[in-house]
T-cell receptor, first 115, second 113 residues
Framework: AQSVTQLGSHVSVSEGALVLLRCNYS??????LFWYVQYPNQGLQLLLK??????LVKGINGFEAEFKKSETSFHLTKPSAHMSDAAEYFC?????????????FGTGTLLAVQP | IAGITQAPTSQILAAGRRMTLRCTQD?????MYWYRQDLGLGLRLIHY???????GKGEVPDGYSVSRANTDDFPLTLASAVPSQTSVYFC????????????FGEGSRLTVL
């Protein structure tokens, strides 16, 4: 069975500071990993995904994540936070079951960006 | 471009009533999903459908049913709503397979009193 754990339900950074959101996964098979972002009163949208190609994955809005098998981690980073990055971020692992793309989500990390 | 449309956006419902949340996609995706989002619990899969005519149970299926009569529509029904079903419900679709992106609707906020 697959699962993800997001460390820290709330993270606060200053504008211009490094953003680091942590995600660790558990998977009995090579995982496909995702980061989604949710802005207030909206659905989720994909930031980036790892599907066994390059271990460093670049996404939208300047975010990137590095797949580290030895640490079972897929942490999300951005060098310099913007006010517009304030949102909730979800890490997810693909629960592969035949052809079913069942995403298993973490509990989310709410990012606050202080001016 | 509509993507995924959910209705209603918000609903207050008395316990014991029947409720259907509607979801329609215009991307011709094979797979569709229903998740519920609760504070501190993230998103949990209720039911899914790999293709029209088939459905499957997710992590928290009890009290919910779905149907997939065609590619575009994937309604979620609460036969007899209970307060613990108060949540925000998201419909999503994808092309299927383990590597694909899911596209989400904007959610339906349901309050059961």
């Amino acid at each position: 069975a697959q699962s993800v754990t997001q460390l820290g339900s709330h993270v606060s950074v200053s504008e211009g500071a490094l953003v680091l959101l942590r995600c660790n996964y558990s998977s009995s098979v090579p995982p496909y990993l995702f980061w989604y972002v949710q802005y207030p009163n909206q659905g989720l949208q994909l930031l980036l995904k790892y599907t066994s190609a390059a271990t460093l994955v670049k996404g939208i809005n300047g975010f990137e994540a590095e797949f580290k098998k030895s640490e079972t981690s897929f942490h999300l980073t951005k060098p310099s936070a913007h006010m517009s990055d304030a949102a909730e971020y979800f890490c997810a692992v693909s629960g592969l079951s035949g052809a079913t793309n069942k995403l298993i989500f973490g509990t989310g990390t709410l990012l606050a960006v202080q001016p | 471009i509509a993507g995924i449309t959910q209705a209603p956006t918000s609903q207050i419902l008395a316990a014991g009533r029947r409720m259907t949340l509607r979801c329609t996609q215009d991307m011709r995706h094979n797979a569709m999903y229903w998740y519920r989002q609760d504070l501190g619990l993230g998103l949990r899969l209720i039911h899914y459908s790999n293709t029209a005519g088939t459905t499957g149970k997710g992590e928290v299926p009890d009290g919910y049913s779905v149907s997939r009569a065609n590619t575009d529509d994937f309604p979620l029904t609460l036969a007899s709503a209970v307060p613990s079903q108060t949540s925000v419900y998201f419909c999503a679709s994808g092309s299927g397979g383990g590597t694909g992106e899911l596209f989400f609707g904007e959610g339906s906020r349901l309050t059961v009193l």
